[in-house]
């Protein structure tokens, strides 16, 4: 599984111009399963998120999770973090899980972080959404987990 986790001061999805997703501080996460993720893939890339320090302490260090900070978990789908546009200038999407994969993977990791993490909101899978953020720092991690 892929991840872009973006550490936020605020963030918020919306949907046909109504918000069905917002936190205050904690992490923005776009998640893209691809062919090969399993349940287990989904666990452990919300287990690494939720122990990644990377929230300030009282020196200014990134020392924090955002459980320690008791931040916020907004996790949008977003598919194009597995584009391929290394031929030609359309990119390629072969790279993600097919939809019907994709959605039950989303909805696993949304269900396994929830009872983990006490704020946990989400975006529509497949949806046209608007994010909307303000990243914090700024701070932005890759993360990929194999299967």
Do not use: W
């Not at 900070?69 to 390629?92: C, E, H, K, M």
């Not at 994969?101 to 989303?106: E, I, N």
């Not at 899978?125 to 953020?133: E, I, K, P």
């Amino acid at each position: 599984m892929i991840a872009l986790l973006q550490r936020v001061r605020e963030a918020r999805v919306d949907v046909a111009g109504q918000t069905i997703g917002a936190i205050g501080p904690g992490l923005l996460m776009l998640v893209c399963a691809e062919p090969q993720d399993t349940e287990r893939t989904a666990e452990k890339l919300i287990d690494k998120t939720l122990k990644l320090r990377i929230f300030s302490d009282a020196a200014g260090k990134m020392n924090l999770s955002v459980a320690d900070v008791g931040g916020g978990l907004l996790i949008v789908s977003q598919f194009t973090l597995a584009a391929d546009t290394s031929a030609g200038n359309r990119p390629s999407f072969t790279g993600a899980a097919p939809a019907e994969k994709g959605r039950a993977l989303y909805e696993h990791v949304l269900r396994y972080a929830g009872g983990r993490h006490p704020v946990v909101e989400r975006g529509e899978f497949g949806a046209d959404m608007q994010v909307s953020l303000v990243n914090d720092g700024p701070v932005t991690i890759p993360l990929r987990i194999a299967s």
